[in-house]
Nanobody, 124 residues
Framework: QVQLVESGGGLVQAGGSLRLSCAAS????????MGWFRQAPGKEREFVAG????????YYSDSMKGRFTISRDNAKNTVYLQMNSLKPEDTAVYYC?????????????????WGQGTQVTVSS
């Protein structure tokens, strides 16, 4: 069992930055690929970024490339999402997720554990 707790969300002006963190419980964090997803009001949850268990492979949704950076620190059982040049359309609840596999995935249903989400609001 893995428990995930996101933090770092908040209100920011367009063009600003936020860094989300997701702390995982358990001693086997390094065995899990991790992902960030988001859900805007009235929309389906969408993939943001994924990282393999060792951190060597990373993948971003096209709309986030160049603005968002995913990283992980397996010694701290934490995955991060650095978000720069934020836009009002980035407003959403951001979720981190863990997958019992070493390879990353952009497929929501392939993830086994989810955090409760953290709200990111970008004002224009």
């Amino acid at each position: 069992q893995v428990q995930l707790v996101e933090s770092g969300g908040g209100l920011v002006q367009a063009g600003g930055s936020l860094r989300l963190s997701c702390a995982a419980s358990g001693r086997t964090f390094s065995n899990y690929a991790m992902g960030w997803f988001r859900q805007a009001p009235g929309k389906e949850r969408e993939f943001v970024a994924g990282i393999s268990s060792g951190g060597g492979n990373i993948y971003y949704s096209d709309s986030m490339k160049g603005r968002f950076t995913i990283s992980r620190d397996n010694a701290k059982n934490t995955v991060y999402l650095q978000m720069n040049s934020l836009k009002p359309e980035d407003t959403a609840v951001y979720y981190c997720a863990a997958r019992r596999a070493s390879s990353l995935s952009d497929y929501e249903l392939s993830y086994d554990y989810w955090g409760q989400g953290t709200q990111v609001t970008v004002s224009s």
